[in-house]
């Protein structure tokens, strides 16, 4: 039982460039979440899912696309890369009135 | 925007002591989460305490809840090396809202 995996862990991208990164969740939970988290900024929500085939946009979703095709994966698209997107990322998934489950992060960093 | 705010925002105590956060927010909750963050890894859930509740226990952790003050507590006894982290409250709105997050305090333990 691996909980939340995020792939990769370590990144660094030029300005412009577009990558994605992957969660997978196998708790068969219904909700998952992408966070950006920058020193003294605490966890902010980027785009976040209630189920299979569903998204929605959190406090900063811009220059974000998000995609849950399957229950158990929820991807996080940056289109064109920006200095300002260097942060660390983090995945969440929950069950129904249950508490979030956070992968390692993922930290990327734009040149 | 940030709906929980923490107070200190770092704390350095000695082993055996206790530790004491605070985290104060804006609106009606359904729920206050508190998460601890270790060095370069996910947050992980430490208790979850509802709008109806005032006082709740595990292990060395105590949280109180006053929605009157719109203020939380985080009580850690008889802390040790290993308590060292970050410690974020976290509201949701409903049962099955997304999270805000506060922006966390760094406590350090010293042995």
């Known amino acids: 039982n691996a909980g939340v995996t995020q792939t990769p862990k370590f990144r660094v991208l030029k300005t412009g460039q577009s990558m994605t990164l992957l969660c997978a969740q196998d708790m068969n939970h219904e909700y998952m979440y992408w966070y950006r988290q920058d020193p003294g900024m605490g966890l902010r929500l980027i785009h976040y899912?209630?189920?299979?085939?569903?998204?929605a946009k959190g406090e900063v979703p811009d220059g974000y696309n998000v995609s849950r095709l399957k229950k158990q994966n929820f991807l996080l698209g940056l289109e064109s890369a920006a200095p300002s997107q260097t942060s660390v990322y983090f995945c969440?998934?929950?069950?129904?009135?249950?508490?979030?489950?956070f992968g390692d992060g993922t930290r990327l960093s734009i040149l | 925007s940030q709906q929980g705010e923490e107070d200190p925002q770092a704390l350095s105590i000695q082993e055996g002591e206790n530790a004491t956060m605070n985290c104060s927010y804006k609106?009606?909750?359904?729920?206050l989460q508190w998460y601890r963050q270790n060095s370069g890894r996910g947050l992980v859930h430490l208790i979850l305490?509802?709008?109806?509740?005032r006082e709740k226990h595990s292990g060395r952790l105590r949280v109180t809840l006053d929605t009157s003050k719109k203020s939380s507590s985080l009580l850690i006894t008889a802390s040790r090396a290993a308590d060292t982290a970050s410690y974020f409250c976290?509201?949701?709105?409903?049962?099955?809202?997304?999270?805000?997050f506060g922006k966390g305090t760094r406590l350090s333990v010293i042995a």
């Open positions: 976290a509201t949701a709105l409903g049962g099955n809202t997304p999270l805000v």
């Open positions: 305490i509802r709008s109806n509740e």
């Open positions: 899912s209630v189920g299979e085939g569903t998204t």
């Open positions: 609106t009606s909750i359904n729920n």
């Open positions: 969440a998934s929950k069950g129904a009135d249950q508490p979030q489950h």
